[in-house]
C-alpha cells in the first residue's frame, strides 16, 4: 500500500500498523501527521483534554527504534484514552473540580497498560463529562457542526476519532456514553460484554455496568482491538466475512421507540430497505413484556451504586462536586431492600431471557440514540436507547451510514447475547458495509 505523507492521517489502525510494521512508514511520521491534524482542527473540536506533542513524538521514536520482528500488535497506532483511565504519563482529572490539579498516576490503568504493551503510542486523554457520570457537556465539540454536542461522556473520545485526529480510542459506558456519541459523531463504537476488559484503575460509577470499550472508523480496528484484549477467546469458528443474503435480522423498537425523532424513524425505514434488498430475512420483533421493567429496575441500581461510587469525592469536598451529584448522595429518599434486591433480581432474570431471544437471529438492530445530536453543548442528550443492552451486559456496537434532517450522523446499533462480541462485530461489518453503500 502506497502512501503519501499528507495521507497518513487517514489511515485505518490496521492500514497503519502494517506499514509501520515493516518500515513503510516510521512511527514518527505517523504521528507528526496526527499532530498536525490536530493542531489544525482541535482549537473548534475540543476533543483534547491533556496532549503532549514532545512526548508523542518521544514515545514513537522509541518504537522506531524497536527490530520489526519484536514490534507489537498495535506497533506505533495513535489511541486516544478517555479521561477517566489512569496514565502513568499523563494527568487524570475526570473533567471534576475535585481533580483538577492531580498529576500522574503511579501506574497505568489495566487497559492503557494492555494497549501501550502491544506498541500503542498513547497519543493524550480525551474529554469526558465530569466522572463520566453526568450529561453536561463542553469543552468538546461535534466535528460535524460545532454547535451541536458530541454525545457523552465518551465526547472526545468519539469526536477525535470521527474527525481523524486519530483512528481509535477507548471509552466507557454505564448508559449509552460509547454508542450515542458514536451515532452523534458518525464512527462506529463498540461496547464488549461486560466484564471482557478490566476496569482496573477506571474512575468507577456503577460496578454492574461499567465497561470500557473502543471508537474507530473501521470494524477492522475493532476487530483488531477486540483480539488484543482476547475478546474472541469464546470465539472457536474462523472470523469470516458475514453474508446479508439469507440472514436473519431482526429489528427490535425496544420500549423506548415512541421517543424516537424524525432523522432515527428515517434512518430505521432505510435500514429495513438497504437489507432487504441485499436479500436479507427481516422481522421486526416485540420484545417479552418483562422488558418493560428493565429501565426502572436499571434506574435503581445505577443510582445505588453511584451513590456508593461518589461517596467518597462528597465526603472529601462536596463544593468541588456537581450538584447532581451531591443531591444524590444527600437524598434520603433511598430504594427499600426488598426494591434493590427485586431490581438485581430481575435484571439477572432478563439477562437470561435475553440470551436465549438472541440465538433466533444472526444480526439484531435496534436504535442508537433519539436522533442526530442535538443542538447546544449544554447537554450531550440521552442514553435511552442504549441502557437497556448496558445492564443486560451485552455486547453492542454503533454502525454509522444515515443523516438526520440537518445532515448530521444518526447510526443503529447491533446487538447480540452475552459474549458474542465477535459474532457482533461480522454482523456489524456486515451490515454497515450496506448502509455505507459497499456492495454486498
Request: glycine share 8%.
Amino acid at each position: 500500500m502506497d502512501v503519501s505523507k499528507s495521507d497518513l492521517g487517514s489511515l485505518t489502525a490496521t492500514q497503519a500498523v502494517e506499514l509501520m510494521r515493516w518500515n513503510h512508514v516510521s512511527a514518527r511520521d505517523y504521528a507528526r501527521a496526527l499532530l498536525d491534524r490536530i493542531r489544525e482542527r482541535d482549537p473548534q473540536v475540543r476533543a483534547w483534554i491533556y496532549l503532549n506533542e514532545e512526548a508523542v513524538l518521544e514515545q514513537a521514536d522509541n518504537l522506531d527504534r524497536i527490530p520489526p520482528e519484536k514490534r507489537g500488535p498495535l506497533h506505533g497506532v495513535a489511541v486516544g484514552i478517555k479521561d477517566v483511565f489512569l496514565t502513568q504519563d499523563m494527568p487524570t482529572r475526570y473533567n471534576s473540580r475535585l481533580h483538577a490539579n492531580d498529576g500522574n498516576a503511579a501506574a497505568d490503568s489495566a487497559a492503557v497498560s494492555v494497549l501501550r504493551a502491544a506498541g500503542a503510542i498513547i497519543l493524550g486523554k480525551t474529554a469526558t463529562t465530569e466522572f463520566a457520570a453526568m450529561t453536561e457537556g463542553r469543552p468538546c465539540t461535534n466535528p460535524n457542526n460545532p454547535k451541536h454536542t458530541p454525545g457523552g461522556s465518551s465526547s472526545g473520545s468519539a469526536a477525535a476519532v470521527a474527525d481523524y485526529q486519530v483512528p481509535v480510542s477507548i471509552g466507557t459506558q454505564t448508559g449509552g456514553s460509547i454508542v450515542r456519541p458514536a451515532s452523534f459523531n458518525g464512527c462506529y463504537g463498540f461496547k464488549p460484554t461486560w466484564g471482557t476488559i478490566s476496569t482496573e484503575g477506571v474512575g468507577r460509577y456503577a460496578v454492574s455496568a461499567d465497561t470500557p470499550g473502543f471508537c474507530a472508523r473501521s470494524v477492522d480496528d475493532l476487530e483488531l482491538l477486540a483480539r488484543l484484549f482476547d475478546l474472541d477467546s469464546l470465539f472457536a469458528e474462523p472470523f469470516a466475512p458475514m453474508s446479508i443474503k439469507g440472514a436473519r435480522i431482526a429489528f427490535i423498537k425496544t420500549p423506548v421507540w415512541p421517543a424516537a425523532g424524525p432523522g432515527t424513524r428515517a434512518a430505521w425505514d432505510l435500514a429495513h430497505e438497504l437489507l432487504a434488498d441485499n436479500g436479507a430475512a427481516i422481522q421486526d420483533v416485540e420484545l417479552p413484556a418483562v422488558f418493560s421493567n428493565c429501565a426502572s429496575w436499571r434506574d435503581l441500581v445505577i443510582a445505588s451504586e453511584a451513590r456508593a461510587a461518589f461517596l467518597p469525592k462528597y465526603r472529601q469536598d462536596k463544593s468541588k462536586i456537581h450538584s447532581d451529584i451531591v443531591r444524590l448522595i444527600e437524598n434520603k429518599a433511598l430504594p427499600s431492600r426488598k426494591q434493590l434486591l427485586e431490581a438485581h433480581d430481575g435484571i439477572a432474570r432478563l439477562r437470561s431471557i435475553w440470551d436465549r431471544f438472541a440465538t433466533k437471529y444472526d444480526i439484531i438492530i435496534t436504535p442508537s440514540a433519539i436522533d442526530e445530536a442535538p443542538e447546544g453543548l449544554g447537554d450531550t442528550g440521552t442514553a435511552a436507547f442504549c441502557a437497556m443492552w448496558t445492564i443486560l451486559h451485552v455486547p453492542a456496537m454503533n454502525v454509522p451510514g444515515f443523516k438526520g434532517q440537518r445532515g448530521l450522523p444518526i447510526g443503529l446499533t447491533v446487538v447480540g447475547s452475552r459474549y458474542s462480541d465477535m459474532e457482533v462485530l461480522r454482523g456489524g461489518k456486515a451490515v454497515g458495509a450496506i448502509f455505507n453503500g459497499q456492495p454486498s
